[in-house]
Every structure is written in structure tokens, then in C-alpha cells.
């Protein structure tokens, strides 16, 4: 079983910065694809940024030049750093992983992002 947990969520505002953090327990850290997904307020959740077991990223096109995702696999976290922040951003945050080419099977309890205009 893989468990997650977010945390860095927070107020900011628009061109500011923030740091997600999300720390995995359970599982082999390093064979997991992780992903980030946001749900802005009566929209669908979607896909932000994947990181895979070799490291390989995808962004979506709405945060390319501005969002980053890494990963620590000594520390079982991975980490969405965003910067010049939009009104748009925000969301509340998810955290969640898969195994190869699987669904996302396992989500963390999501962190709110407020991006103020």
C-alpha cells in the first residue's frame, strides 16, 4: 500500500512563488511515476506534471517555464516548485502515483493553492 501526504499549499500572490511537497510511505519509492493534478473550483481535476521512475517530466502546456517537478528518491518525495504564479493556478493540489503505465491508483488528501489577483 502507498501513502501519501502534501503539504506547502498556501495564499499567495499572483507572481509569487510556492513549493508542494508530497512524502511517500508504503511502497518502492523509486518504481512509482508520480504526478501532480490540480481541481480549480467546478472544473475537473487534470494533470499537471509527471515525473516517471527515470526521471523523465511532462508539464501540461499551461504551466511550461513556470512549474517544476523533481524528485528525492532518498526522501520519497517528490516536489512541484511554481512560480510566477496565476489567478488561474488555483486549485487545491493532488499528489498521486502509479506503477508503470497503470492508473494513477494512490492520491494524497490534496493541498489548497490561492492565487490572489
Known amino acids: 500500500q502507498v501513502h501519501l501526504k502534501e503539504s506547502g499549499g498556501g495564499l499567495v500572490q499572483a507572481g509569487g512563488s510556492l513549493t508542494l511537497s508530497c512524502v511517500v510511505s508504503?511502497?518502492?519509492?523509486?518504481?512509482?511515476?508520480m504526478g501532480w493534478h490540480r481541481q480549480p473550483p467546478g472544473w475537473q481535476r487534470e494533470l499537471v506534471a509527471q515525473?516517471?521512475?527515470?526521471?523523465?517530466?511532462v508539464l501540461d502546456d499551461s504551466v511550461v517555464g513556470r512549474f517544476t517537478i523533481s524528485r528525492d528518491n532518498a526522501n520519497n518525495t517528490v516536489y512541484l516548485r511554481m512560480s510566477s504564479l496565476k489567478p488561474e493556478d488555483t486549485a487545491v493540489y493532488y499528489c498521486?502515483?502509479?506503477?508503470?503505465?497503470?492508473?494513477?491508483?494512490?492520491w494524497g488528501q490534496g493541498t489548497q493553492v490561492t492565487v490572489s489577483s
Open positions: 498521486a502515483a502509479r506503477y508503470g503505465w497503470d492508473s494513477y491508483a494512490y
Open positions: 508504503g511502497d518502492s519509492f523509486s518504481s512509482l511515476t
Open positions: 515525473i516517471t521512475d527515470t526521471y523523465s517530466t
